[in-house]
Structures are given as C-alpha cells and as structure tokens.
T-cell receptor, first 115, second 116 residues
Framework: DVKVTQSSRYLVKRTGEKVFLECVQD?????MFWYRQDPGLGLRLIYF???????EKGDIPEGYSVSREKKERFSLILESASTNQTSMYLC??????????????FGPGTRLTVT | AQKVTQAQTEISVVEKEDVTLDCVYE???????LFWYKQPPSGELVFLIR??????QNEISGRYSWNFQKSTSSFNFTITASQVVDSAVYFC?????????????FGTGTRLKVLA
C-alpha cells in the first residue's frame, strides 16, 4: 500500500513564526503536491514537484515556499505565518512523468492554526 | 481553461436508496484523466477510480458505478443501495495538459449524508 505521512496532525503557531510541514512518501513517486483545504473552497494547489529539486507554483503559492531535496520528501514552508494561513494542509504523491499525474495518494493532513 | 463542476453541494438520502453524484468538466485537451476521491469524516482522501479520455466504458465496482460521457463532458458516480458508511465528501478531479504544464483540478466536492 502507498503510504504518505505528514509530520503533524495538529499544529498551533503564532503569527510571524516560520512553519515547516513535512511530507514523506514510500512509493518512489515522481510527483508530490501540497494543497490547502478550506470549507466551501475545496482543495487548492499550493505547489507541486515532479522531480527532486524541481517545483512549480500552483494556484495559491503566495506566502509559501517548498523544498524537495530527496525524492521521498516534500516540505512546505510558511516563511512568516499569518492568521489567514489557518487551514488544513494536505500532502499527496502520484506516479507520472514531468507532471503528468495519475491518481494521487494523500496523507492524513495537518490542521494548522495560526494565532 | 480546465474546470470541474460539482453542482451538488450536499445530498441526504436514506439508507438503501440509490444516489448519483454529478461531475461536469471542461477541458480542451484530447488526452486527460478523470478521477473520483472519497473523504470520510476521518479526513483522509482516498482514491476511488481513474478514467482516461479514450475509455468511455462504464465501470462497476460492487455498489459503485461510474458513467463517463464525453458528449456531455460528464463523469457521474452512482452508489447503489447506499449505506451509512458511504457518508463522506466526494471529489471529482481532472488531470490534463494545458499551456505546457500539467494541471490537476479538483471540484469543490459533494457532501453525501446517508441516514439510517
């Protein structure tokens, strides 16, 4: 079974803090994704990566950065957390080449609260 | 532009009823993929099915069936004899290649409540 793990299920941070969300997948997938999920807005793509050290902006990249130094790990960084970044963050991975992506496998999510 | 529309925000049915979740998509790609995912109350999204644009055969898996019609740009999902465990948010998604990059678009989801 594909397994995608995220470093925390719940996180509470203060405004202005730097926040790291980690995601690890164990299926040697080329593609990895970060989404945020908010009520009524569905899933919105923040960033995705189709290879090590490669990244592409999604629909809402502002205020976020990512890092993919190893194939199995994809990190989401909030450089200076703000209250409007309070959300559920979902990581996913999929097979595929150069972004062509098949079904995605999701982690359990991290519910981040910024106070 | 690519778009996925799930017009039904929430549906409530009584156990054992059949229910259909609608998904309408827009794309200019000739090759694309369509997906359905389930997000139960526990929160983790689970992949259910993938269909590619060249395969319009309907799919049946137990109580679940999917109807893909390119003529109407729809990929609908039917649950037969619904059960309480089917209660979840269901997302339809589209993966295609546009403007030089691949895009993966989710609909806003349909919340299904199955009442005992």
């Amino acid at each position: 079974d594909v397994k995608v793990t995220q470093s925390s299920r719940y996180l509470v941070k203060r405004t202005g803090e730097k926040v790291f969300l980690e995601c690890v997948q164990d299926m040697d997938h080329e593609n990895m994704f970060w989404y945020r999920q908010d009520p009524g807005l569905g899933l919105r793509l923040i960033y995705f990566s189709y290879d090590v050290k490669m990244k592409e902006k999604g629909d809402i990249p502002e205020g976020y950065s990512v890092s993919r130094e190893k194939k199995e790990r994809f990190s989401l960084i909030l450089e200076s957390a703000s209250t409007n970044q309070t959300s559920m963050y979902l990581c996913a991975s999929s097979s595929g080449y150069r972004g062509r992506t098949y079904e995605q496998y999701f982690g359990p999510g991290t519910r981040l609260t910024v106070t | 532009a690519q778009k996925v529309t799930q017009a039904q925000t929430e549906i409530s049915v009584v156990e054992k009823e059949d229910v259909t979740l609608d998904c309408v998509y827009e794309t200019r790609d000739t090759t694309y993929y369509l997906f359905w995912y389930k997000q139960p109350p526990s929160g983790e999204l689970v992949f259910l099915i993938r269909r590619n644009s060249f395969d319009e055969q309907n799919e049946i898996s137990g109580r679940y069936s999917w109807n893909f019609q390119k003529s109407t740009s729809s990929f609908n999902f039917t649950i037969t004899a619904s059960q309480v465990v089917d209660s979840a948010v269901y997302f339809c998604a589209l993966s295609g290649h546009t403007s030089g990059t691949y895009k993966y678009i989710f609909g806003t989801g349909t919340r299904l409540k199955v009442l005992a």
